[in-house]
């Protein structure tokens, strides 16, 4: 028997009881978008995903094949007619028993999906206010750079922004150097130099942010660089901006006190598409 919420029920009544995801974070998710029935950059998806389960040491079913995991995502969508524009999340855990130390590293997976309400990117030119996330800091480690269950810093941080009217925060890692915002890669463009931060200093290795990487320096006149971030240099940018894989670009309109231009944020959303066949 167990207590849930004050009522003495079975054991069986209750699917977290075992679940290692729920009771210690002992998972791994990716989160994909589709659009007219086809999973946007499944490859890097893929890989990437393989990559963090077998560095939590999980094993990988020999059925587990990009194939099957496109098939699953699809069959999915198309059930719940959503197939024309969607965001879907698959989450990897490993299977029940153990306490930190698990009985196997057998995996099952859930995958959910909803409905997007755009087909191409879409570039917001509103005002988006951001500030700097000081209560925790992100650690310079390789776990840091896989997509885990544990984000705890991204929930407070996401309540901290709420409660002081802001669109979004940056994170900092353990020496005090800017590594991404609550909901993507960051990126700064400073004297025709487009710069973020690399994946060494905890930063997500985002599969937008390696779209955008390669994007960018197909602009005339723009150098790109992998670079260490300061807070002092946020201030002294002439654009910022946030992208993952189901908004694009994001343009950070305003820091503190400084307010900033959105003109390459607009090229890059465009080549995006163009990049996608979604114009």
């Not at 353990?174 to 915002?181: F, M, Q, S």
């Given at each position: 028997m167990i207590n849930f919420n004050g009522a003495i029920v079975s054991e069986d009544a209750n699917i977290l009881v075992q679940n290692r995801g729920f009771l210690y974070g002992d998972a791994v998710f990716e989160t994909v978008k589709i659009v007219n029935g086809k999973i946007l950059f499944l490859e890097d998806h893929y890989f990437r995903l393989m990559s963090s389960m077998r560095v939590v040491r999980m094993e990988i079913p020999m059925d587990f094949t990009m194939e099957y995991l496109e098939e699953q995502i699809l069959t999915l969508v198309k059930n719940n007619n959503i197939e024309s524009s969607s965001r879907a999340r698959i989450t990897v855990y490993r299977n029940d028993g153990g306490y930190y130390l698990p009985q196997n590293n057998t995996v099952s997976f859930l995958i959910q999906?909803?409905?997007?309400?755009?087909?191409?990117?879409?570039?917001?030119?509103?005002?988006?206010?951001?500030?700097?996330?000081?209560?925790?800091?992100?650690?310079?480690?390789?776990?840091?750079?896989?997509?885990?269950?544990?984000?705890?810093?991204?929930?407070?941080?996401?309540?901290?922004?709420?409660?002081?009217?802001?669109?979004?925060?940056?994170?900092?890692?353990?020496?005090?150097?800017?590594?991404?915002?609550?909901?993507?890669n960051i990126f700064m463009l400073k004297d025709n130099r487009l710069i973020t931060p690399p994946v060494s200093e905890g930063c997500l290795n985002g599969v937008m942010r390696k779209q955008i990487l390669e994007l960018a320096k197909k602009i005339n006149g723009i150098e790109v660089a992998e670079e260490i971030i300061s807070p002092f240099d946020l201030q002294k940018a002439d654009e910022l901006f946030v992208t993952n894989v189901i908004k694009g670009v994001q343009p950070i309109t305003k820091y503190r006190k400084k307010e900033f231009s959105i003109e390459v944020s607009k090229t890059l959303v465009a080549k995006l598409n163009e990049s996608l066949s979604l114009v």
């Open positions: 999906a909803t409905l997007l309400e755009n087909t191409a990117y879409f570039l917001s030119e509103s005002e988006y206010e951001v500030d700097l996330y000081k209560d925790f800091y992100v650690t310079k480690q390789l776990l840091s750079s896989i997509k885990t269950t544990n984000r705890l810093i991204n929930v407070t941080g996401s309540i901290y922004a709420n409660e002081n009217g802001l669109d979004n925060c940056i994170l900092l890692n353990d020496t005090k150097n800017v590594v991404e915002a609550l909901q993507g």
